[in-house]
Structure formats: C-alpha cells, structure tokens
C-alpha cells in the first residue's frame, strides 16, 4: 500500500513538516505511549508519534487527562524514544507542570527533553500561556500548540462538545493560532472544532495545522491509537474512524488459550523441552 511520502526513509523533523505542508502532503500523526507499539507506528511510516496525556485515559484508566504526571510522561516518553527511528516525537506537557509561571514551565520542558529524549512538547491553550511558550521556546525547545478542545480544561469547559461554534470563541481561536505561530511554534493541533474555522485557520497559518475532529481541510490528522485501532472501545465520536477491532481479536485469541490450557492441548510436545 502506499504511504504517499515523497522519501519514506528520512528522518522526521519540525522543518520537514512545514515542508510537507508547503507541497501539500497531509501529515499523519497518532499516539503511542510504550516501546512495542510506537516501534509498530515507526515502521509502519507514521510522520509524528504523539506521546498524548491521553495516556491518563487510556493507560491509567482515569477519566480525565489532569492525573498524569510529568514523571509518569516521561516514562512513556522513553519507552517510545527507544522504538522510533523516523517519526517525530512530542510529548505532552501534563497538566500542572506548565501553567504556574514560565520558569517552572520551562523546566517542566527541560525535563522532558533531557530525560525522554523527546524532539518537542505539546502545551494546551492560546494567550493564557504565551509567556510559558516563549520561555520554552527560547531555550531551543520545539513547541507544539493544541487549541480547540483542550480536555485539561474539562472542568472549566464542563462538556467534550465541539468548540469554537460561537463567533467570539471562534475569533479568540484565530488571533491564538496566529500568536502562537508568531512568537515561533513549530505546528498546532486543533481539537473538535467545525471544519470551516480548521479549514481557515490552516489556509491562514503558514505552520501544520493537525486536526483532531477538525474536518478534512487541515495539513493532517491524528487520532489516539487505542481508539482507531478498536483497543479501546468505549469511546465512539463522530470524528473517530475505526481501523480494526483488536479488542476483539484480542478477546478471541485470549480465549483460544484458555480453551487449550484447559484442555491440555497447550503445551504439546512440539513446544515443550
Ligand atoms: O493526548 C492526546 O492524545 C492528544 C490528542 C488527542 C491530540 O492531545
């Protein structure tokens, strides 16, 4: 199957990606949090691995994203640094470790990329965090934005509606996108917002817009694996294309052992010393 890269083999990097934008491909991002799957996403020809604080929900089982710490991030920064070859890396900032003041924020980062070996970070927000991102950014740090739905504002938003719909909200969201291309981020993510306003966001910004639930008319997508792959069942946007249902081969292949351990017929011979 193609991949539709024009070199499959080069390395990932920020400066790649706003070349990529510039020639129109589409950039194709998902989550990975641990050795074996990013290993799995590399190979497969994935062009960023996002080590998501979607880990929270989908490692830890909590329902919100606000658990996670840095040094839980970390860990599973590392364990994919040591998987990936070719794709970018960013990492999440979690929740609590950036929005304090610039200088933790900045050491938050510092952390992440001296001890992941993570090549950028993701900060939730537009002007409420400007400070933090130009600190980050000027110790050399790649910066990822993320605005639209930010679910470390859960319980400030109170709902996982779509965002933006309303034309204050959908203006603020510009001018941040603009801000944060300005003052030198690498690339943004956009969360459930309507297609339209992703669409003009990316036709008015010269860095990679990456969509999440922001239509078709952005430089490229990402999706949470365990979702798109059917890992993770019990979530089910509109936004989310369902790839495969690992859970359920997973299910079946789990109760093809315990039927065969049960009946003595694992191990045979054959498999046995
Ligand atoms: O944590 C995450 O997985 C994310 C994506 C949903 C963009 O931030």
Partial sequence: ??????????????????????????????????????KILDEAGIDVILVGDSASNVMAG??????????Q?????KSVMKATRRALVVTDMPFGSYQG????????????????HSEAVKMEGGSEIRESVERILSAGI?????????????????????????????????EDAKMLEEVGCFAIVLEKIPAELA???????????IGIGAGGGVDG??????????INQGFSPRFLRRYADLAGI????????????????????????
């Fill in 1 to 38: 199957m193609s991949t539709n890269t024009t070199d499959n083999a080069r390395k990932v990097t920020t400066r790649r990606l706003v070349e990529m934008k510039q020639r129109g491909e589409k950039i194709s991002m998902l989550t990975a949090y641990d050795f074996s799957s990013a």
């Fill in 62 to 71: 909590n329902v919100t994203t606000l658990p996670i710490t840095l040094d």
């Fill in 73 to 77: 991030m970390i860990y599973h920064a």
């Fill in 101 to 116: 003041n610039p200088m933790e924020a900045l050491a938050s980062a510092i952390r992440i990329m001296k001890e992941s």
């Fill in 142 to 174: 790649p910066v990822m934005g993320h605005l639209g739905l930010t679910p470390q504002s859960i319980n400030k938003f109170g709902t996982y509606n779509v965002r933006a719909r309303e034309e204050a909200e959908a203006k603020k969201l510009l």
């Fill in 199 to 209: 669409a003009k966001v990316a036709s008015e910004l010269t860095i990679p817009v």
């Fill in 221 to 230: 997508q990402v999706l949470v694996m365990h979702d798109m792959l059917g």
């Fill in 250 to 273: 997973m299910t079946e292949a789990v109760q093809h052992y315990i039927a065969d351990v049960k009946s003595s017929d694992f191990p045979s011979p054959e498999e046995s010393y």
